[in-house]
């Protein structure tokens, strides 16, 4: 499965931003995904997951309440509506697809495809 993030820019504080990822195969609503995001120096950290159906939701304690993550398995594409963006959101987002669902869906490591990042810069 291939993966294509876009909708990632420069915004200010406050404002809002859609991520989207496009995935190739339809294959992809049967699978876990995910938006992880990396700045410099850093390890890539968690953002947001859902299952395969999009019925559950699990978010980084940095981002709850302002960023909400969904799917349309109609259009094989997973979204990151991210509110109230803060200075600190800003990283290059990746969009990451995997088998199963659980609690490891709070890290980056169960991910089996990728997509390429997109960056979001948020200025103060």
């Known amino acids: 499965v291939q993966l294509q993030a876009s909708g990632g820019g420069l915004v200010q504080a406050g404002d809002s931003l859609r991520l989207s990822c496009v995935a190739s195969?339809?294959?992809?609503?049967?699978?876990?995904a995910g938006w992880l995001r990396q700045v410099p120096g850093k390890e890539r950290e968690f953002v947001a997951s859902?299952?395969?159906?999009?019925?559950?939701?699990l978010y980084a304690d940095s981002v709850k309440g302002r960023f909400t993550i969904f799917r349309d398995n109609t259009k094989n594409t997973l979204y990151l509506q991210m509110n109230s963006l803060k200075p600190e959101d800003t990283a290059v987002y990746y969009c990451?697809?995997?088998?199963?669902?659980?609690?490891?869906?709070?890290?980056?490591?169960?991910?089996?495809?990728w997509g390429q990042g997109t960056q979001v810069t948020v200025s103060s």
């Open positions: 990451a697809a995997g088998i199963g669902w659980g609690p490891q869906y709070r890290t980056s490591r169960p991910y089996d495809y």
């Open positions: 195969e339809r294959t992809f609503g049967g699978l876990a």
């Open positions: 859902t299952n395969k159906g999009g019925g559950t939701g």
